[in-house]
């Protein structure tokens, strides 16, 4: 099993950009795929982006799609999520999760990370 640690989250104006990082522990890190999800005040857990073990294989949400970028480091044993063009509907926090494929649903993730807070002023 991996541990995960999400880091990067704050407060930002909305136009503005912040860059998570999702920090694994353990010696096969490369060979899970990583989603990125946020879950806003009561509403569900959504998926945002996710990436394969290779990063070869990449997925957003229409939501994000244009304005988020997922890639990874697996020398470094850590995922990014960069955000540019904050929208106040992006505020969330944000986790990240690990499975063995690149999926888009939280069923397929069976390592979580305790989550970050992103919040996005007007």
């Known amino acids: 099993q991996v541990q995960l640690v999400e880091s990067g989250g704050g407060l930002v104006q909305a136009g503005g950009s912040l860059r998570l990082s999702c920090a694994a522990s353990?010696?096969?890190?490369?060979?899970?795929?990583i989603g990125w999800f946020r879950q806003a005040p009561g509403k569900e857990r959504e998926f945002v982006a996710g990436?394969?073990?290779?990063?070869?294989?990449?997925y957003y949400s229409d939501s994000v799609k244009g304005r988020f970028t997922i890639s990874r480091d697996n020398a470094k044993n850590t995922v990014y999520l960069q955000m540019n063009s904050l929208k106040p509907e992006d505020t969330a926090v944000y986790y990240c999760?690990?499975?063995?494929?690149?999926?888009?649903?939280?069923?397929?993730?069976?390592?979580w990370g305790q989550g970050t807070q992103v919040t996005v002023s007007s």
């Open positions: 999760a690990a499975g063995p494929i690149l999926v888009v649903n939280m069923e397929g993730f069976g390592s």
């Open positions: 353990g010696r096969t890190f490369n060979s899970y795929a």
């Open positions: 990436i394969s073990w290779s990063g070869g294989t990449i």
